[in-house]
C-alpha cells in the first residue's frame, strides 16, 4: 500500500542534493544540502537558516553519507 505525505515542503533550488546524516554527531539524522562544493546543514526543515555552511571538495565530486567506523 502506497503512503500518502501528510506534509510537503520545499527546500533549497530544485538543483540541490538532498543529503540526510548525523552530521554534528548527536545520533539524530539532519539534513544537508549540496549546491555543487557548497554545503548547508539544518537540524531541520522548520529552520529558515542552517546552522553551518561548508565548502568542501570539487562540484564534480561523488558524495557518500553514513556512520564510518
Known amino acids: 500500500m502506497d ?3 501528510s506534509v510537503v ?3 533549497g ?3 540541490d542534493e538532498i543529503l540526510v546524516g548525523d552530521w554534528d554527531g ?3 539524522d539532519s539534513l544537508a544540502l549540496r549546491r555543487g562544493d557548497l554545503y548547508f546543514f539544518q537540524e531541520s526543515i522548520a529552520e529558515d537558516t542552517p546552522y553551518a555552511t561548508v565548502t568542501y571538495g570539487r562540484a564534480t565530486d561523488e558524495v557518500y ?3 564510518w567506523k
Open 3 to 5: 503512503e500518502i505525505a
Open 9 to 11: 515542503v520545499t527546500i
Open 13 to 15: 533550488k530544485s538543483t
Open 26 to 28: 548527536d545520533g539524530c
Open 65 to 67: 553519507a553514513g556512520v
